[in-house]
Nanobody, 126 residues
């Protein structure tokens, strides 16, 4: 497992942008796929996006396609989630997750990941 630390959350108005970062503490992201999830109060954890170890494939939840972009800089052991055109329904605790990446794997569920960070809060108001 890897230790994950998220940052970059905040309170913004609808239409604004935020960039979240996920980095490791103690080891690298070598061979790990990384995903972003969010959880609103009283709701289940929801998949947002994921990227494979090499960055050759990305995955997005339907409601964020075209607005969010996931990317990674393996030299910096950091994965980013660029969020544009934020909406109030994007509000939640955003968590980073990681799992050893195998060729051809598909990522879309919390069950696909074994290591988790504690999250960074994103609040979007009208």
């Amino acid at each position: 497992q890897v230790q994950l630390v998220e940052s970059g959350g905040g309170s913004v108005q609808a239409g604004a942008s935020l960039t979240l970062s996920c980095t490791t503490s103690g080891r690298t992201f070598t061979d790990y796929a990384v995903g972003w999830f969010r959880q609103a109060p009283g709701k289940e954890r929801e998949f947002v996006s994921a990227v494979t170890w090499t960055g050759d494939r990305t995955f997005y939840e339907e409601t964020v396609k075209g607005r969010f972009t996931i990317s990674r800089d393996n030299a910096k052991n950091t994965v980013y989630l660029q969020m544009n055109s934020l909406k109030p329904e994007d509000t939640g605790l955003y968590l980073c997750a990681a799992e050893v990446d195998y060729s051809g794997s598909h990522y879309s569920s919390f069950a696909d990941f074994g290591s988790w960070g504690r999250g960074t809060q994103v609040t979007v108001s009208l």
